[in-house]
C-alpha cells in the first residue's frame, strides 16, 4: 500500500493537467495473469483536478476509484463504484454546472465517461435541474447525451421526455426528444434556442 499525497502531472488533451489528490492513500496491485479482473490503482476518498492554461475547469470528487489501465488491457478505464461528483467551472472560476451519479465509467480510449444510477445535472447559471438514469459524456467534444427518459426542472415549469437529449457540457443548450409538459423557449447567446426541436 502507497500512501500518497498527490500524483502529478498526467498530461491531458487540449493541454489540460490531471492531478489527483487522495484522503486515505493508492493501492497498486501487480500485473496478474488477467488484467481485466484487478485494478492497477485502487484509491479512496479522490478529487481529480482537470486545468487548462492554470484555469481550473473541472474538479471530480468520489468516494472510491479503480483503475483498470494496463498496457495489455482492451479497454483500459477508470472506475468510480461508489458514484462522483463532477463540477465545472466557468473561466471567471465561478461554478458553472454540478453533475451527480451513483455509479460512472471513464473509458480512457474513448474519453468518454458514462453515468448510471440516480444522474443529476444542476445548471446554476441557468437555474436548470436535470435528473435521468443513464448519461454520457464526450470529453473530446465537450457534450453529454442520454438516450433514456428524464425531467429538465426550471422557474417556469417541468419537462419530461421519453427518448432522452443532447447537450453541451454545461447544459446552456440542448436539443430533447419526445418531451411533455412546459418550458419557456429561450433565445441562447449564439441565436439557438433551448426548445425540444433546437439544436446544439
Not at 479503480?66 to 461554478?95: C, H, I, M, R, W
Not at 433514456?148 to 453541451?168: C, M, R, Y
Request: with cysteine; proline share 4%.
Amino acid at each position: 500500500m502507497l500512501h500518497l499525497k498527490t500524483i502529478r502531472v498526467i498530461p491531458l488533451i487540449g493541454g489540460m493537467t490531471l492531478l489527483f489528490s487522495c484522503g486515505s492513500g493508492i493501492e497498486r496491485v501487480s500485473r496478474i495473469e488477467n488484467p481485466d479482473t484487478l485494478p492497477a490503482i485502487h484509491a479512496t476518498g479522490i478529487e481529480i483536478i482537470y486545468s487548462d492554461s492554470s484555469i481550473v475547469r473541472l474538479t471530480i470528487k468520489a468516494p472510491e476509484l479503480k483503475d483498470f489501465v494496463q498496457a495489455d488491457t482492451l479497454e483500459p478505464k477508470s472506475e468510480f463504484p461508489k458514484g462522483l461528483t463532477a463540477t465545472f467551472y466557468n473561466q471567471g472560476g465561478g461554478v458553472e454546472s454540478i453533475l451527480s451519479a451513483g455509479y460512472a465509467i471513464y473509458h480512457i480510449k474513448k474519453k468518454t465517461f458514462e453515468a448510471t444510477g440516480d444522474v443529476v445535472i444542476k445548471n446554476f447559471s441557468e437555474n436548470q435541474e436535470l435528473h435521468t438514469e443513464v448519461l454520457w459524456w464526450d470529453e473530446l467534444h465537450e457534450k453529454i447525451w442520454s438516450d433514456q427518459p428524464f425531467s429538465i426542472t426550471t422557474p417556469d415549469g417541468t419537462t419530461h421526455g421519453k427518448n432522452g437529449f443532447e447537450a453541451d457540457q454545461s447544459f446552456r443548450k440542448y436539443r430533447l426528444r419526445g418531451t411533455s409538459g412546459q418550458m419557456k423557449v429561450k433565445e441562447t447567446d449564439d441565436g439557438g434556442q433551448t426548445t425540444d426541436d433546437g439544436g446544439l
